[in-house]
Nanobody, 121 residues
Framework: VQLQASGGGLEQAGGSLRLSCVVS??????MAWFRQAPGKEREFAAG????????YYADSVKGRFTISRDNAKNTMYLQMNSLKPEDTAVYYC?????????????????WGQGTLVTVSS
C-alpha cells in the first residue's frame, strides 16, 4: 500500500488550498489527515471512513476544513478554507485497515510522505 500526498504550498491568511492523497494497493481504508508544525507533535486534523460520509474534525479546523474522498479515483481530499498562520505544518495522509477514525498517529498503518502548507499573515 502506498499513499502519495500533494497540493501543499504557500498561501496568505484567509486563502484556500486543497490537498490530495492518492492511494495505491488497497481500496478499503479508513483514512485521515494529520499535521505536524515545527517543534510540535503530529496531530489529527480530519478523518473519513472508507465508505465516505461525514468527516471527523479536530476542533481547530472544524468549520474551515472539509475532508472527502473519491473511491473511484482512490483519492482523498482536504479542502482548507479560511487558512490561518497556525495552520502552517507538514500535512500527512494516513490509512488503516481496521475500522474507525482514531486520533492517535500510532493507530494508522500507512503513511504518505507529507506535503508542506505555509500560511503567511
Amino acid at each position: 500500500v502506498q499513499l502519495q500526498a500533494s497540493g501543499g504550498g504557500l498561501e496568505q491568511a484567509g486563502g484556500s488550498l486543497r490537498l490530495s492523497c492518492v492511494v495505491s494497493g488497497e481500496a478499503f481504508l479508513d483514512m485521515a489527515w494529520f499535521r505536524q508544525a515545527p517543534g510540535k507533535e503530529r496531530e489529527f486534523a480530519a478523518g473519513i471512513r472508507w465508505s465516505g460520509g461525514n468527516g471527523y474534525y479536530a476542533d481547530s479546523v472544524k468549520g474551515r476544513f472539509t475532508i472527502s474522498r473519491d473511491n473511484a479515483k482512490n483519492t482523498m481530499y482536504l479542502q482548507m478554507n479560511s487558512l490561518k498562520p497556525e495552520d502552517t505544518a507538514v500535512y500527512y495522509c494516513a490509512g488503516r485497515r481496521r475500522i474507525g477514525i482514531p486520533r492517535l498517529p500510532g493507530e494508522y498503518e500507512y503513511w504518505g510522505q507529507g506535503t508542506l502548507v505555509t500560511v503567511s499573515s
